[in-house]
């Protein structure tokens, strides 16, 4: 049996509600890596597994509320024993390290042991030195062994790694996200869980052009790695997009688009009591994210219209995608129902009297829209479901 220790990012900022927040990560923790075990202990907790390998803390680094990770060894709070497991751990992890440089980071959070961190510091960082023939560098090491001295016990590791940060799934509320199938809005959805919010993905299609979602779907089934249990409800927008065409002039189509698509989205929030909805957009990216057409767009939701990709350019949101692994997925050909029959030139100033005078030509309600829904848990399609 090997074990994982995890410290948490924010969650010890909460005060009061701190422990609705530990116990919502440990339930993530256990839904998506099912441990043998998890014991909370303090501001931290021990994941006790059967197995570890690289994919495991690959994915644990990016479910989100983890401030930072490693896999550690137990030793009796004694200075001796302390002493004897590091150096084992060392050796074990890294073979035969005579001639090279490490660092030594002890903490001691239980003052009943009877030295301090830093004379914790002098005295098991001076054994290895001299047990294993190391030099010691503080700023630049080859290894850096940890110690961390508890009120239930002490615990030892070398290879610390940095969690995605941010609040528990689940501790934010619901929101609905406008999910494209594009690069964006997967990025915004991964970056609204790191929130702590649990999202619902909605793909607004055209059953006209778009007959194959598997792009859809592995791009559910990716997000789902890091929430856990994920719905994907997919909309047919096909028959207000002719009407929209018969009856609004091209270059102001893709706001109208949107404008309904915000629409649909909003109505399946009331349904699942969700409180945001959500969106891929960022500030001067393309035709449709001009700060008037942003307003324009907007101005239609009855809920708050969180971007949180507003601020980014298109490489850091690439940087975003390939980290969680939907940039590939992203980039694969499909066709976006926000382009479809619109204008070379598409308006960019959109206002919104403007636009809804154009509405005022369209059926916003009571349309034919067949509803395709799936559910995704932890990288696996696990429910099909379809309702007219």
């Known amino acids: ?59 644990l680094a ?17 200075l001796d024993d302390i002493r004897a497991v590091a150096e084992r751990v060392v050796r074990e992890t890294f073979g035969d390290v005579s001639g090279k440089s490490f660092r030594l980071k002890a903490r001691r959070s239980d003052k009943r042991f009877p030295i301090t961190s830093p004379e ?5 960082g001076g054994y290895l030195k001299n047990a294993l023939d190391l030099t010691v560098d503080l700023s630049n090491p080859d290894i850096t062994v940890h110690v961390e001295v508890t009120h239930d016990g002490s615990f030892i590791y070398t290879d610390k790694r940095k969690g995605a940060g941010g609040l528990p799934v689940g501790s934010s509320g ?28 909605v793909h607004l299609y055209n059953s006209t052009i778009n007959r194959d979602f598997s792009k859809i779907k592995n791009l559910a089934k990716c997000l789902s790695q890091y929430q856990g249990r994920t719905r994907l409800l997919m909309i047919d927008l096909e028959e207000f997009q002719r009407h929209a065409i018969a009856m609004v002039p091209d270059k102001y189509r893709m ?26 957009d960022s500030l001067g990216q393309v035709a449709s994210q001009t700060v008037e057409n942003i307003r324009a767009i907007y101005d239609v939701s009855p809920l708050p219209l969180l971007s949180p ?22 980039i694969e050909e499909y066709c976006d129902i ?29 349309l034919d829209c067949i509803r395709k829904e799936a559910f995704f848990d932890n990288g696996q399609e696990v429910i099909r479901k379809a309702q007219g």
């Open 309 to 330: 990709l507003i601020g980014f350019d298109k490489e850091e949101i690439i940087t975003v995608g390939k980290r969680i692994g939907t940039y590939e997925i992203s």
């Open 338 to 366: 926000c382009s479809y029959l619109i204008a070379k030139h598409p308006e960019t100033r959109g206002k919104p009297e403007e636009v809804a005078e154009f509405e005022k030509l369209l059926p916003l309600q009571g």
């Open 1 to 59: 049996m090997q074990k994982i220790l995890i410290h948490f990012a924010e969650l010890s900022l909460k005060g009061k509600n701190k422990r609705v927040f530990e116990k919502k990560m440990s339930d993530n923790l256990k839904r998506l890596l099912k441990p043998l075990r998890l014991i909370r202990k303090h501001d931290r907790t021990i994941l006790e597994m059967e197995h570890i390998d690289d994919a495991m803390l690959d994915h």
């Open 255 to 280: 706001i109208i688009y949107k404008r309904q698509m915000i629409r649909s989205a909003a109505e399946v929030a009331a349904e699942i009591h969700a409180y945001a909805l959500i969106t891929g």
């Open 120 to 124: 914790l510091n002098f005295e098991v």
């Open 174 to 201: 619901k929101g609905v996200v406008l999910f494209s199938g594009g690069i964006d809005s997967p990025v915004a959805a991964y970056t609204m869980m790191k929130r702590g919010m649990k999202v619902t993905l």
């Open 62 to 78: 990016l479910i989100p509320g983890i401030s930072n990770f490693a896999v550690m060894h137990e030793a009796k709070s004694e």
